[in-house]
């Protein structure tokens, strides 16, 4: 990876989109952040995973990684309407969320997954779009609970406008 000066947030950003390129490990996802935000699929420091030292990947047949593409990370996942009790924002529509299991669990717990929380951009699509909305802590969903897998784009970028 060339060295670029002036990059500030953007290069752990890029640093992770070449870890993307090389390893199919869906704890590249697994960060949290200080805050409950919408924002973009990479963490935007080495601060949002302080919480995920016991975050193991777990390789199974339960979603591709796919990379980057100018829509967004192409990822497909098990993906299913979020529950009134996965949900941490206030105001916001319901079915407009959605949890994507990933493939890395706790401490070798595989029956229990990691998820991230996402909220649609567009729906009404082959390929829909969203927004990761990154929460304080990992979100964990039982590995029963994958019902239907997609292929989807997360956006890399922050939406234009949040709930």
């Not at 869906?26 to 949290?32: E, N």
């Not at 016991?54 to 990379?67: A, F, K, T, W, Y």
Request: with cysteine; net charge neutral.
């Amino acid at each position: 990876m060339p060295l670029l000066y002036g990059e500030g947030v953007k290069a752990f950003i890029r640093l992770q989109e070449e870890i993307l390129k090389e390893i199919d490990d869906h704890s590249l996802f697994a960060w949290t952040a200080q805050e409950d935000i919408v924002g973009s699929v990479f963490a935007q420091s080495p601060a949002g995973f302080a919480m995920s030292g016991n975050i193991i990947p777990v390789q199974e047949e339960s979603g591709e990684l796919s990379g980057m593409t100018r829509k967004g990370l192409r990822i497909t996942l098990g993906l299913q309407p979020a529950k009134t009790s996965h949900l941490r924002q206030k105001g916001c529509v319901l079915e407009a969320f959605y949890i994507a299991i990933l493939n890395c669990a706790r401490d070798h717990d595989t029956t229990q997954r990691i998820a991230l929380l996402l909220i649609v951009e567009a729906l009404n699509q082959p390929s829909p779009s969203f927004y990761r909305c990154a929460t304080k802590g990992h979100l964990v969903v039982r590995n029963d609970e994958i019902r239907a897998f997609h292929t989807i784009y997360v956006r890399k970028n922050v939406p234009p406008e949040t709930c």
